[in-house]
Every structure is written in C-alpha cells, then in structure tokens.
C-alpha cells in the first residue's frame, strides 16, 4: 500500500503548484469549482446508440411487487434538505442510515446547530432524543454500535485556508468519548468537503475522504485520503495521504483483512477507478472511462451516485450515472502523461452497472439501464436484495436540457429495478414516491432502511440562495 501518494491532478509538477483560485476554492454552498480547465471537445451531442455497452435483458415474470413502507419521524430542528451541487444543480443533501449489531438504527442528519443523529428501532420508530454533534458540518459517512456511533464530519480547524478539517467522532450512548482529526497542520491538509465514507470492520474504521492541499507539494489542489482508524480513535498504518485527484466521487467496503476496497471518480485520467491499496495512480485498474471534470459524472459517491456491493462468491457491484465514452485517449497537451480527453457518448447520463471480479481488478464493459437520450439519470444507488439480486434506483428527469455537464429537466420519479448479478433485469422499473437520498443499511434479515425528506423534488432549475428545510424525515424499509 502506497502511503502519501504524490499525483498531482492537474499536470502539475511539486515546482509549479500554484492554488488556481478559478478552479479549486470549494463553492460556498458544496461542492468543489474548477471552472477554468475546459476538456479539447467541440461538442456534446448526444447519440442514440450506446455502442459498445449491451443491455439488461427480461426476467421479470415473477417479479416481486418492491413496495416500500414508510413511518415518519418527526424532527427537533430544521433539516435543509438540498444542497447546491456544481453549477448549482439541485441535490439531496446526504442523510446517513446505519444499522448496529443489536438490530437498532440510527440516521444522521444535518441541521444549523450541528449533525442530529437519531435513535430508531428495528422497525424504523423514533426510540429516543437526537444526540447533536455540535459544530460538526457534513455527514460523511455514519457507523452504528449497540452502544452508541462513529460519524465521519468536518469540524473547526486552524489552517492556511480557514477551512475545516476532517474528523472521526465516536459517542458511547449521549458521550462524545474520543474525536481523531485526521487532516491538519502535520499532514499539510484541509477538508472543506469530505464526499467521503466511513465504514468498520469490526476492528478498525476506514475512512475515505477529500482533501485540500495546505502546504507542501500539493499546496492548493485537491486529492483524497484514505486513513485507517482504530476502535479507540488511534491512526493506523494503512492506507495513504494523496491519491485520486481530483477526486469527484467516492465508495468504500470494508473488508475483514487486507486493504478495504475503494473506488474513484478520478477528473485527470477521467473516469471511476479501482484504487483498493494503491491511492489510484497510473496504474489503477478502470471501471470505466468519463468525462469527469468539475461536476461531469453522475454525482459524488455515495450521497448521489452508486455505492459498492459485495457479493457471497467476492464479486462487486457499483452503480453510476454514466455518460459513456465515444471516445477516449490520452491528451496531449499534458506534459505529465496522466491527463486523458473522454469525448461522451451522450449528453444525458445514463444508469450503468460494473461489476468487479474481486477488490484490485477492472471489470468489463459497464451494463447500461437505461437509454432514452433526452433523459436525465440522477441519484442513483445500488444495494444488496436478498442473497443474489441487486436493487438499483434512480430519478429521472425528462426534456433534459444540459450545459457544462450538468441537466435540468421535469422530475417524473423515483425509480426502482431489481437485476442478478449478471446484470439482467429481474423486475419491472417501478416509480415509488419513497425518495432515496443517502447511505442505505442492510438489516440481518436482508431489509433495507433509509430515510428521506418526504417531499417531491423539482430539477427545473439551479438552487440559489438557501435550502428549503423540513421538520420531519420518512424511514423507508424494503423487505426482500
């Protein structure tokens, strides 16, 4: 495992790392700008044909009828429940639902004083007061003991940026008993948005998440870090400080021994890649290839796209919103060889399935689900349906109209399908009015629980000024 990995995503070598302020001072509101670096593409027509990807074929006789319940919670402060995405798209801000060994659920949210997380019951039922992580600012990834939870967030920090730093923080019932930072002066690094996952393994944590260079050779460009964290709060060998850049979206499994698995949404090379142990250099085995700069792909993992699914046998499945690739080389205005030009194969994105043999190898080509041209794919997600289906979900907008790679369009629903794990429908497309907008948690029994915002939510235009806020969230559970 490669530890401190020293790519530059933009080209760029130690001696001439200069902060670009056009391009790498994170919006205000979410996400990262690099608005002044524009791929050589004359235009992003789209086609009709997916050539190259082959379909889901039937297998939907004797589909299940997917029929979420639903039990409301009421809330103790406001949940603004949108966040401005690049361009100022409309997105769903993340909520976190995690299952604990005993069965019982928490969800994290935010809110202004604070991350809320919240007790439930197995049955998705409010079973006490919220505990309020004061000063924390997103949540970045959700584990749930018997005993309490650990949440990956931001908190205050002292840096050249006056940004904030990344951090672990793990309650024991209404105690807050240990916080890591795991960015800082030492590291020479920031996090004004972690798009980042937290996951466990029974022994240790792995956290995944984005940095900003504070000094040293990556002063003022973005990467991703990937730190090991013991049960105690401790760092752990593992893992590195420098890996994809930028990196525009994240998954992480974890895994009982070796390396946890992880994948990225890589800008410079331009696609998803398999970065399990290696911080995803050159080398880094593709999943497959995007125009993925500034906001291009489907959406970060895992709050707006994919997740990463294991199977019995070892196999992987991740879901995305994809643009495909036309074509894709090299680009030779790069002097640091890393940088590729994707030419996509549609304007709209499209929802994609890869599967992965095993934690360190590229799969082939990506299933595509979906491929009406006009219409826009967001939000997706993918997780486990009993022992051998996967449940795939989306939101569609139709008359999509898109620029600088980002769409509009007329919401016309949420929707659900089943497939195997060869990537062949095993349901209808379902429309449910159960939202998904967040990390999904498995129960022992296979049940799946997540919570949302019980609103219908528009994409007919950008999001300016503040979010509009909810008192109450919906606790959806699908039993396979």
């Not at 956290?207 to 900003?212: E, G, I, T």
């Not at 979206?249 to 994948?263: C, N, P, R, V, Y």
């Not at 331009?270 to 993925?292: K, N, Y």
């Not at 907008?437 to 019980?454: E, F, H, M, N």
């Amino acid at each position: 495992m490669t530890s401190a990995r020293r790519t530059l995503g933009d080209g760029d070598t130690p001696s001439n790392t200069v902060r670009d302020t056009a391009r790498d001072i994170p919006r205000a509101g979410h996400r990262r700008v690099r608005a002044a670096r524009r791929p050589v593409i004359a235009g992003l027509a789209a086609t009709a044909v997916l050539a190259g990807a082959w379909y889901a074929t039937a297998g939907a006789a004797t589909a299940p009828p997917l029929a979420p319940t639903t039990t409301a919670v009421s809330l103790s402060a406001k949940f603004p429940y949108l966040s401005p995405g690049y361009n100022n798209t409309r997105e769903w801000t993340r909520t976190a639902t995690a299952v604990a060994p005993n069965g019982t659920l928490r969800v994290a949210w935010p809110a202004s004083d604070g991350i809320h997380v919240t007790p439930l019951t197995s049955a998705g039922k409010r079973s006490g007061t919220d505990t309020v992580v004061k000063g924390a600012k997103e949540v970045g990834g959700l584990v749930a003991h018997n005993d309490g939870f650990a949440l990956l967030t931001r908190v205050a920090d002292t840096n050249k940026w006056k940004e904030t730093a990344a951090a672990i923080v793990r309650y024991t019932g209404a105690k807050r008993t240990w916080t890591s930072k795991l960015t800082g002066t030492t590291s020479q690094d920031t996090s004004p948005t972690l798009d980042g996952q937290l996951t466990w393994n029974g022994k240790k944590y792995g956290a995944y998440f984005v940095v900003h260079g504070a000094g040293g050779f990556a002063d003022g460009h973005f990467g991703d870090k990937l730190t090991y964290v013991s049960a105690k709060g401790g760092k752990l060998g593992g893992g590195w400080g420098w890996g994809c850049s930028h990196n525009e979206g994240i998954a992480l499994h974890a895994e009982t021994t070796g390396d946890f698995t992880s994948l990225c949404f890589d800008d410079w090379r331009s696609g998803l890649f398999v970065s399990t142990g290696i911080g995803a250099p050159d080398v880094a085995p593709v999943v497959q290839r995007e125009q993925c700069w500034a906001g291009y792909c489907g959406g970060t993992f895992p709050g707006r796209t994919g997740d990463l699914v294991k199977s019995a046998a070892g196999r992987y499945a991740t879901a995305f919103a994809s643009r495909g690739a036309a074509s894709a080389k090299k680009n030779p205005d790069d002097s640091s060889g890393r940088g590729w030009t994707v030419k996509p194969r549609t304007g709209t994105h499209q929802v994609a399935v890869a599967f992965l043999k095993n934690r360190n190898s590229g799969p082939g080509k990506a299933i595509y689900l979906t491929s009406a041209k006009t219409v826009e794919h967001v939000n997706v997600h993918v997780a486990p349906y009993g022992g051998n289906r996967l449940l795939v979900s989306w939101e569609s907008l139709k008359n999509a109209k898109c620029a600088s790679g980002t769409c509009t369009g007329t919401f016309t629903g949420t929707h659900i399908r089943l497939i195997d794990w060869n990537g062949k429908f095993q349901s209808a497309d379902k429309v449910v009015s159960a939202r998904i907008s967040g990390d999904i948690a498995v129960q022992k029994d296979g049940t799946l629980v997540w919570a949302y915002a019980p609103v219908t939510p528009t994409y007919a235009k950008p999001l300016t000024g503040a979010s509009p806020t909810s008192t109450s969230l919906r606790i959806a559970r699908l039993k396979p």
